[in-house]
């Protein structure tokens, strides 16, 4: 059962404010287009992303369809540094074969970290709204990587560690893998050539946040019928 401040409850609330600005009939909205649509004043972007906490890098890029009012929005988030690139990551080791190493010696390895390390991929649906505001409903993919840091107190040297004791990182599997995405967020024009996206992810469940160069045509615009 969620409490009033949970990460699910905030999601749904923030999904029904995206439904209602993607149903808010044309004459609520303020017109800058013809076909009673609004035009968002910038028509692309690119730019910095990242989701706080969990993968602290990345980049997006939007581009909204003149005369039509919708848009596209991909992005891509992960950890800039990662502990699978640290010196002391064991590769091709499991958690059980590091945990077999304190029973052969008792009080040998002890757990002094664990860290999730995310690499999301997405791809957002983009509605706008006003001339300087759209909002997004997304999907996507997330590989969750389960990182856990020990100290090992023997300092074994068929491990690489150096004495008198050595830290290691190896990945948990059981704890690991690829997770669906839900997002919700909106992009809005900061004035001059920046915009600001703030949305919501279910994986990792983080805040996510954007900031980006914009455009007006920078891209080719679809035949409209």
């Given at each position: 059962?969620?409490?009033?401040?949970?990460?699910?409850?905030?999601?749904?609330?923030?999904?029904?404010?995206?439904?209602?600005?993607?149903?808010?009939?044309?004459?609520?909205?303020?017109?800058?287009?013809?076909?009673?649509?609004?035009?968002?004043?910038?028509h692309s972007g690119v730019g910095y992303t990242m989701v706080v906490p969990g993968a602290l890098a990345g980049v997006g890029a939007f581009h909204v369809f003149q005369g039509i009012g919708w848009g596209i929005y991909p992005d891509t988030h992960f950890n800039p540094n990662s502990l699978k690139g640290n010196r002391d990551f064991l590769k091709g080791e499991t958690l059980a074969s590091v945990e077999s190493l304190d029973q052969e010696q008792v009080g040998r390895?002890?757990?002094?970290?664990?860290?999730?390390?995310?690499?999301?991929?997405?791809?957002?649906?983009?509605?706008?709204?006003?001339?300087?505001?759209?909002?997004?409903?997304?999907?996507?993919?997330?590989?969750?990587?389960?990182?856990?840091?020990?100290?090992?107190?023997?300092?074994?040297?068929?491990?690489?560690?150096?004495?008198?004791?050595?830290?290691?990182?190896?990945?948990?599997?059981?704890?690991?893998?690829?997770?669906?995405?839900?997002?919700?967020?909106?992009?809005?024009?900061?004035?001059?050539?920046?915009?600001?996206?703030?949305?919501?992810?279910?994986?990792?469940?983080?805040?996510?946040?954007?900031?980006?160069?914009?455009?007006?045509?920078?891209?080719?615009?679809?035949?409209?019928?």
């Amino acid at each position: 059962m969620t409490g009033p401040g949970s990460p699910g409850r905030r999601l749904v609330a923030a999904l029904l404010l995206v439904a209602a600005g993607l149903v808010a009939p044309p004459s609520a909205l303020a017109q800058t287009s013809t076909g009673g649509r609004p035009e968002f004043l910038m028509h692309s972007g690119v730019g910095y992303t990242m989701v706080v906490p969990g993968a602290l890098a990345g980049v997006g890029a939007f581009h909204v369809f003149q005369g039509i009012g919708w848009g596209i929005y991909p992005d891509t988030h992960f950890n800039p540094n990662s502990l699978k690139g640290n010196r002391d990551f064991l590769k091709g080791e499991t958690l059980a074969s590091v945990e077999s190493l304190d029973q052969e010696q008792v009080g040998r390895m002890q757990v002094v970290e664990e860290e999730d390390e995310w690499l999301v991929l997405n791809l957002h649906v983009l509605k706008v709204l006003t001339p300087e505001l759209a909002v997004g409903l997304g999907a996507g993919a997330a590989r969750k990587s389960h990182i856990v840091g020990y100290i090992d107190h023997s300092a074994d040297i068929n491990l690489n560690l150096n004495p008198p004791y050595g830290f290691l990182y190896v990945e948990d599997e059981a704890a690991s893998g690829w997770e669906v995405n839900a997002t919700v967020n909106a992009l809005v024009l900061g004035g001059g050539r920046f915009a600001f996206m703030v949305g919501y992810e279910l994986a990792p469940r983080s805040f996510s946040v954007g900031l980006f160069l914009t455009f007006r045509n920078a891209l080719p615009e679809p035949a409209l019928l």
